[in-house]
């Protein structure tokens, strides 16, 4: 049964909006973020997107400029546990604090919620399992 789920799961788009766009160029990203209305900073290595009043999502880009590895940076608890939940029911949760999911790509990743002792807050790690 958990195969069925993971397997429908990876059928489904689901790169939304304020999510990962790991494998995405820095432009694709400019224009997706800059059209919805968030602010878009990029430097040499990372872009850097701060959503409303939701999180700040940081990719990090290799030479190419092609996404390599992200960070959402949630704002505030309910940001934080409105992904949670959205995590729960569109991924395959793995255990509390990590899920499993299929990026348009094909390519497997999967995020992990932890506690930033020097920041002091949560950060989702999304870890790339495929290319």
Same mark, same amino acid.
């Given at each position: 049964? $958990?195969?069925?789920i *993971?397997?429908? !799961?990876?059928s489904?788009?689901? !790169? ?5 766009h /790991?494998? $995405? =160029? ?16 990029v @430097?040499? @290595?990372l ?6 009043? &939701?999180c700040?999502?940081?990719h $990090?880009? @290799? +030479? +190419? ?7 959402i940076?949630?704002?505030? &608890?309910? =940001? !934080?546990n ?12 793995? =255990?509390?604090? !990590?899920? $499993? ?11 992990e919620?932890?506690? &930033?002792? @020097? /920041?002091?807050?949560y950060?989702? /790690? *999304?870890?790339p /399992?495929?290319?």
């Amino acid at each position: 049964m $958990r195969k069925i789920i *993971f397997i429908v !799961l990876c059928s489904l788009p689901v !790169l939304s909006f304020g999510q990962i766009h /790991l494998g $995405r =160029s820095v432009k694709e990203i400019q224009k997706e973020f800059g059209e919805a209305g968030c602010k878009v900073l990029v @430097d040499k @290595d990372l872009t850097i997107v701060h959503i409303k009043d &939701d999180c700040v999502v940081i990719h $990090r880009h @290799d +030479k +190419k400029h092609i996404a390599k590895e992200a960070f959402i940076f949630p704002k505030n &608890d309910k =940001s !934080l546990n409105e992904r949670i939940q959205q995590y729960n029911k569109e991924y395959t949760v793995i =255990s509390a604090h !990590l899920w $499993r999911c299929c990026l348009e790509n094909g390519s497997i990743t999967d995020i992990e919620l932890i506690w &930033d002792e @020097d /920041l002091k807050t949560y950060v989702f /790690l *999304f870890i790339p /399992l495929t290319n």
